[in-house]
């Protein structure tokens, strides 16, 4: 008898599945890749959701409900292929709370059809091609000796600054201050920073 459960140690059980003989080890059973995701910090927690790297910018983004306004606006106007494609784009992204502080009705005004394009400039205007993480931008302010000028998809420029408690304040053409909440969220496509404000083009003469 305690030959035979020797056995059973060395070689494992053997149990039948639909016809299959599997092994079963007693090893415990690990979800590498889960484990090999966290330890790289592929997997980066925004109001208690899960962003994940192996998906791209609309992906995650629907993943979190707060930033249902966000992509609102960016479906109404077209532009969900954009944020999809290979990129790579770094998406400085306002929540919900960020639109909330627009002035009452704005909003709902850009996403009439007649303002279709102006909806695209706001839009496309908290996009930079490429990734730009924190440390990257960190260091443009510095060689920029306190400012960094970042040229948005639409054209348009954003201030980079830091302030006295090392946050990253974004300035849009307006004058208009927006603070990186959540920096480094990494995307198939690209990166996204989650700020606290809604970044305003300047109006331009078509």
């Given at each position: ?82 944020f999809k494609s290979k990129g790579p ?118």
């Open positions: 008898m305690q030959k035979i459960i020797l056995l059973f140690i060395l070689i494992g059980i053997n149990i039948t599945v639909y016809g299959q003989k599997v092994a079963m080890s007693s090893a415990p059973v690990t979800d590498s890749v889960r484990v090999k995701i966290n330890k790289s910090k592929k997997v980066k927690t925004v109001d208690g959701v899960d962003m994940f790297a192996a998906k791209d910018i609309i992906q995650n983004l629907t993943l979190d409900p707060e930033f249902s306004m966000l992509l609102k606006a960016i479906r109404a106007d077209g532009l969900t292929g954009t784009i770094t998406l400085f992204a306002p929540n919900n709370a960020a639109f909330r502080k627009l002035p009452a009705g704005k909003l709902d005004t850009l996403m009439k059809p007649a303002h279709t394009v102006d909806l695209c400039n706001v839009l496309t205007c908290h996009a930079v091609s490429g990734i730009l993480n924190k440390k990257s931008i960190a260091k443009k302010i510095r060689k920029g000796k306190g400012t960094a000028i970042l040229t948005t998809l639409a054209g348009c420029t954003i201030k980079a600054t830091i302030d006295e408690n090392d946050n990253i304040i974004l300035t849009d053409e307006n004058g208009n201050k927006s603070m990186i909440e959540t920096d480094d969220i990494e995307q198939s496509n690209g990166i996204i920073h989650v700020i606290n404000g809604v970044l305003i083009p300047k109006t331009r003469a078509i």
